[in-house]
């Protein structure tokens, strides 16, 4: 009997990596109004233990991404798991600001960097070095469905059990079934290439030669374009991901309807991402990029001009249609702008850079509403920032990648 590929078990694991991770993210966006309500804390003090657990992370990721240029894949993602797990089970018996920095912010962080985006991006790309942003994207929806399935189950559970047990229920989960199928089944690179070659194939040597050049070349602009431009998505990311449940409980929403919604824009996450994949394969990471700033502009003045229940289910699907669409481009512009050899080193960066503006953003949108006890103000600055980031992505460099055949069968 022939032995299946195992490129599609390593696609399933990247899957199913960033399924538990994009779910168990979500999470304290889901309880934080119960939780703010339960202990009675602001909303800025839970916040601030999300930019906390933000800028841990993001300060890790370097690090993450220097170890899986030269170490096993399967022993970092494996340990990231556990100790993620870990972190996510003791959210349950947390009842002082500082417990919630040190359990969140430090030791959930930790882990999450082992098993996030450029790690799992890594471990594809040397095994589809010719269909990496398709291949890739499939991964990343990961995060759309683990939202989707995972925050849908929490809110069920918030509902019956209130959100300590949830948080406890989300730690077994991911100590009982993520870490054991990472151990057991991811692998680095195939044994035969355990270094990629780069999209146009060739001699590897030369591509990497090729690489060098351009940094020389484009890293002084392209780099801090880049950079700024992930602060921007991640600013956004995080600031709509942290507080749309509780601006959509503020107008009027349900709890289970607002917990709900945050499901379902894990579900256009899905769509925003296979469809940035494809287009990168097409076109290049760059275009992709410009359709996510361009939809958010529209979006964010959608919300600005309307807050009816309508107008806020709309802009909630519609952000999430455009959330993920970045995340498998990280890659891709860190490929093409600076070659393969460095490939976890540079993603990490520009994904820490993102975390951590991420992290701001979430603190942003709780100061927003308690300063001015709504988030309109919050709302016309991140408009402003698409029109920058828009921008930004105009000026990128990014060489378009010629379309490959049989592409449509990848995956």
């Known amino acids: 009997m022939r032995r299946p590929d195992y490129r599609w078990i390593i696609l399933t694991i990247g899957f199913v990596v960033l399924f538990f991770n994009g779910g168990s993210r979500s999470a304290l966006g889901l309880m934080l109004k119960p939780m703010a309500d339960d202990l009675d804390w602001s909303r800025s003090a839970l916040s601030l233990g999300i930019t906390v657990y933000m800028v841990v992370s993001a300060l890790a990721m370097p690090f993450v991404g220097r170890l899986a240029d030269r170490y096993d894949l399967r022993w970092i993602m494996g340990a990231g798991a556990a100790i993620g797990a870990v972190g996510l089970g003791l959210m349950s018996l947390v009842s002082a600001p500082w417990q919630l920095f040190a359990i969140y912010g430090l030791v959930f962080a930790l882990g999450n960097a082992g098993i996030s985006n450029p790690i799992v991006s890594v471990m594809t790309v040397r095994w589809f070095p010719d269909r990496r942003g398709l291949a890739n994207s499939v991964a990343v929806s990961g995060n759309a469905i683990g939202q989707l399935v995972i925050v849908g189950t929490l809110a069920q559970s918030l509902?019956?059990?209130?959100?300590?047990?949830?948080?406890?229920?989300?730690?077994?989960?991911?100590?009982?079934?993520?870490?054991?199928?990472?151990?057991?089944?991811?692998?680095?690179?195939?044994?035969?290439?355990?270094?990629?070659?780069?999209?146009?194939?060739?001699?590897?040597?030369?591509?990497?030669?090729?690489?060098?050049?351009?940094?020389?070349?484009?890293?002084?602009?392209?780099?801090?374009?880049?950079?700024?431009?992930y602060a921007i998505c991640g600013f956004q990311d995080y600031l709509v991901a942290t507080h749309v449940v509780a601006f959509a409980l503020d107008v009027g929403l349900s709890t289970l309807v607002a917990g709900n919604l945050l499901a379902f824009m894990g579900l256009m996450g899905l769509l925003g991402v296979l469809a940035s994949g494809y287009l990168a394969d097409l076109m290049g990471p760059g275009r992709p990029t410009l359709l996510c700033f361009l939809m958010r502009i529209g979006i964010f003045a959608l919300i600005i001009l309307s807050q009816a229940n309508a107008s806020v289910i709309v802009f909630a699907l519609l952000y999430g249609f455009t959330f993920l669409m970045t995340a498998p481009l990280t890659v891709m512009f860190s490929g093409n702008i600076f070659g393969q050899s460095r490939l976890g080193r540079i993603s990490g960066t520009i994904s820490a850079v993102h975390q951590i503006s991420g992290g701001l953003g979430a603190l942003a949108g709780a100061l927003s509403f308690d300063i001015w006890g709504s988030y309109q103000q919050a709302f016309m600055l991140m408009l402003a920032l698409s029109i920058l980031a828009t921008v930004a992505t105009l000026m990128v460099r990014d060489r378009a990648v010629p379309r490959i055949p049989g592409l449509a069968s990848c995956c």
């Open 159 to 229: 509902v019956r059990f209130g959100w300590r047990p949830s948080f406890a229920g989300l730690g077994f989960a991911n100590l009982l079934i993520l870490a054991p199928v990472v151990l057991a089944l991811a692998r680095s690179a195939p044994p035969a290439q355990p270094v990629p070659s780069g999209p146009e194939g060739g001699d590897a040597q030369a591509a990497e030669q090729k690489a060098r050049d351009q940094i020389s070349l484009l890293t002084s602009s392209q780099l801090w374009l880049l950079i700024g431009i």
